[in-house]
């Protein structure tokens, strides 16, 4: 089996992150690290769908930028001063679950020891049982660091070491348990171990100051998810029209992804035609026809684990009407305005409110408010939010740095039911890019999507090979 294992694994793509990065970047965590204390990564579980039926699996971000482990049922341990055992000096270990060929063949490859060994280039790995026989005395640190992974932990009475186990195991070294009878995600916040504190606030700041500033392999992995997902509003932009369903239009997007190697998407797709578009998350994408209305897509693809985010509105039948278009060309205005204040040293604070004076403004000139300074509920969001292995990545909120990586959407929403002409009801836009900020100022990553109303309708006009495929009749 081992060899039929090696043999499949190896025509893989070559561009995901070097182990030297995780290595790189577990250095420059421990350097945040304060002294006498150990950091503990957790696999996030895995998720039922429904009966024998699992969520496709999606590692901790945290645990995966650090290691590149992308497997349940492991864990990743970080010391700040290096341990001894005998002979035996480390400073980190990575407990992984073993190579099984009975479950392998069911539930895919696993890299075990010698394959995670090989693959992450870290020394010392260890099968994740190891971790339930109290390797590690926590008591003699001043501070546990625990990045406290997304879930519920639901114990799988087959196997003795998964999440749960490893989990419960983790908690009764340090004087604490799960529930048995109700599994989910313990809050870990306030516990206390004897003189040690179990901190979990710390870790996500250390966390977030790492991750919210992208290495060159990261902005690379970014744009490249940022493209396919500007080819995927492209290829909507003329395969589009008012015969076809927002599930449709989905499926559009999501098969370019598949095409250009991307593995998920970073988040549930977004189609929403007319009023389905003032819902800011709305996922149901079931409306049968989209007609003569706006589609707001909002959608982006994960490659390698970095998530774009990007959002194009264009009219389902090629042309915008003039109610249309104005509110368009006023979320346009907006998004130039806010991206080009993007720049080293502002924040989103500031972007915030460039875009919000001009949509104030444009609203009160288009008679849909009374007055710049009224308060109303067209734009109920922020202008944007980082971008990395989550959509919504971690960060401090600080100022913006070389090489951070957000986003700029800033939107309007006119539902069916609000207190203006009822000529701009049902109107929603939002237009959102992802931009890389630089030294020379921001590089917008998915311009390859077109922006203007021009260029919009213009691609539009283009034919998709897409609407020569048809379903066959069946009797």
């Known amino acids: 089996?081992?060899?039929?294992?090696?043999?499949?694994?190896?025509?893989?793509?070559?561009?995901?992150?070097?182990?030297?990065?995780?290595?790189?970047?577990?250095?420059?965590?421990?350097?945040?690290?304060?002294?006498?204390?150990?950091?503990?990564?957790?696999?996030?579980?895995?998720?039922?769908?429904?009966?024998?039926?699992?969520?496709?699996?999606?590692?901790?971000?945290?645990?995966?930028?650090?290691?590149?482990?992308?497997?349940?049922?492991?864990?990743?341990?970080?010391?700040?001063?290096?341990?001894?055992?005998?002979?035996?000096?480390?400073?980190?270990?990575?407990?992984?679950?073993?190579?099984?060929?009975?479950?392998?063949?069911?539930?895919?490859?696993?890299?075990?020891?010698?394959?995670?060994?090989?693959?992450?280039?870290?020394?010392n790995v260890i099968e994740n049982k190891e971790f339930e026989e109290k390797r590690i005395d926590f008591a003699k640190f001043g501070n546990i660091l625990l990045s406290q992974p997304k879930g519920a932990y639901t114990d799988d009475p087959k196997n003795p070491y998964d999440s749960f186990d490893l989990m419960d195991s983790f908690l009764k070294q340090i004087g604490q348990s799960l529930p048995a009878q109700h599994p989910s995600n313990p809050d870990l916040k306030k516990v206390k171990v004897q003189r040690n504190i179990l901190d979990t606030e710390r870790l996500h700041e250390m966390m977030a100051s790492l991750r919210q500033i992208k290495t060159e392999e990261e902005i690379n992995l970014l744009a490249k998810a940022a493209m396919i997902s500007a080819v995927g509003q492209r290829e909507v932009m003329k395969a589009i029209h008012p015969q076809m369903s927002e599930t449709e239009i989905q499926g559009i997007h999501e098969f370019i992804y598949k095409k250009y190697g991307s593995e998920f998407e970073g988040y549930p797709s977004i189609v929403g035609a007319g009023a389905n578009g003032c819902v800011l998350h709305y996922i149901e994408n079931n409306k049968a026809k989209v007609g003569n209305d706006l589609v707001l897509m909002d959608l982006g693809a994960e490659y390698h684990g970095y998530s774009a985010d990007v959002t194009r509105t264009i009219p389902a039948n090629g042309k915008f009407s003039e109610p249309q278009k104005a509110i368009y060309n006023l979320v346009l205005k907006a998004q130039e305005a806010a991206i080009k204040g993007a720049v080293i040293g502002s924040d989103f604070k500031t972007i915030d409110q460039i875009s919000r004076k001009i949509i104030n403004r444009g609203l009160f000139e288009l008679g849909i408010i009374s007055a710049v300074d009224e308060a109303h509920p067209y734009y109920p969001h922020s202008v944007g939010h980082y971008l990395g292995l989550d959509v919504h990545d971690l960060s401090l909120n600080g100022k913006f740095e070389a090489n951070m990586v957000i986003t700029v959407e800033p939107g309007i929403y006119i539902p069916?039911?609000?207190?203006?002409?009822?000529?701009?009801?049902?109107?929603?836009?939002?237009?959102?890019?992802?931009?890389?900020?630089?030294?020379?100022?921001?590089?917008?990553?998915?311009?390859y999507a077109p922006r203007t109303v021009e260029e919009i309708e213009l691609l539009m006009k283009e034919k998709s090979v897409l609407n020569t495929l048809e379903l066959p009749s069946v009797d």
């Open 1 to 123: 089996m081992t060899g039929i294992i090696s043999q499949a694994q190896n025509d893989l793509p070559n561009d995901f992150l070097s182990a030297e990065f995780h290595k790189e970047r577990r250095a420059a965590f421990k350097k945040l690290m304060p002294l006498n204390s150990v950091a503990v990564f957790f696999s996030n579980p895995v998720q039922n769908r429904s009966n024998d039926v699992d969520f496709v699996y999606h590692q901790d971000p945290n645990l995966y930028y650090l290691s590149g482990y992308k497997e349940p049922n492991g864990v990743l341990v970080i010391f700040s001063e290096m341990q001894k055992e005998g002979d035996h000096i480390y400073d980190e270990i990575l407990f992984v679950q073993p190579n099984d060929p009975s479950q392998e063949q069911w539930t895919g490859y696993r890299l075990g020891v010698g394959g995670a060994k090989k693959k992450l280039n870290i020394q």
């Open 416 to 447: 069916e039911d609000a207190k203006c002409d009822p000529k701009w009801h049902g109107i929603a836009v939002r237009i959102e890019d992802d931009i890389h900020i630089t030294e020379n100022g921001p590089i917008n990553l998915s311009e």
